[in-house]
T-cell receptor, first 113, second 116 residues
Framework: QQQVKQSPQSLIVQKGGISIINCAYE??????FPWYQQFPGKGPALLIAIRPDVSEKKEGRFTISFNKSAKQFSLHIMDSQPGDSATYFC????????????FGQGTTLQVKP | DSGVTQTPKHLITATGQRVTLRCSPRSGDLSVYWYQQSLDQGLQFLIQYYNGEERAKGNILERFSAQQFPDLHSELNLSSLELGDSALYFC???????????????FGPGTRLTVL
């Protein structure tokens, strides 16, 4: 069964600190790894994504690190801000002619002022 | 605003009933996806349609069905509703396969279903 495991379940970070969320997958048949941000009452919004042939991708304060051999990837949020407080989901797209995403369980991030 | 619209925003119904959730994808997107979000199961992929045809299926119950119409809007039908079907149902869309960003899925605001 294809699974994506995410940790921690919740995270509290001080303003200006680094938030790190980790994910691990158990099946190699994935070809795209996005991270989504979700605010209460809203739908998930794509934050940043990476393909498995790239080890790192940075967009502004958000960085994905990808370790193909370990089947792990992580999201780093630099200079975390109170406005970053949300739930973050990692996901993995099943390889092939499908857009099926397998999501992690989510991490609730709280950034304290 | 992702450009994906879903109606209704909230739906309250009773066990055993049938409901229909509607989704309009972003202009030009051919793929529509349905996801269920609940506290215990998280975000679960239900089904994908591409240009009117079913493309992939996930953990969708037999009581649930979906379709995508020629104008590309989609409907998710839930029947014989049970208490456990209470959840947020999201629709997402993505661009035509082979175009830039075709892996990116844009989520709608969701429909909150409450089964009493």
């Amino acid at each position: 069964q294809q699974q994506v495991k995410q940790s921690p379940q919740s995270l509290i970070v001080q303003k200006g600190g680094i938030s790190i969320i980790n994910c691990a997958y158990e099946n190699t048949a994935f070809d795209y790894f996005p991270w989504y941000q979700q605010f209460p009452g809203k739908g998930p919004a794509l934050l940043i994504a990476i393909r498995p042939d790239v080890s790192e991708k940075k967009e502004g304060r958000f960085t994905i690190s990808f370790n193909k051999s370990a089947k792990q990837f992580s999201l780093h949020i630099m200079d975390s801000q109170p406005g970053d407080s949300a739930t973050y989901f990692c996901a993995a797209k099943v390889a092939g002619n499908t857009g099926k995403l397998i999501f992690g369980q989510g991490t609730t991030l709280q950034v304290k002022p | 605003d992702s450009g994906v619209t879903q109606t209704p925003k909230h739906l309250i119904t009773a066990t055993g009933q049938r409901v229909t959730l509607r989704c309009s994808p972003r202009s030009g997107d051919l793929s529509v996806y349905w996801y269920q979000q609940s506290l215990d199961q998280g975000l679960q992929f239900l089904i994908q349609y591409y240009n009117g045809e079913e493309r992939a299926k996930g953990n969708i119950l037999e009581r649930f069905s979906a379709q995508q119409f020629p104008d590309l809007h989609s409907e998710l039908n839930l029947s014989s509703l049970e208490l456990g079907d209470s959840a947020l149902y999201f629709c997402a869309s993505s661009p035509k396969r082979g175009t830039s960003g075709d892996n990116e899925q844009f989520f709608g605001p969701g429909t909150r279903l409450t089964v009493l």
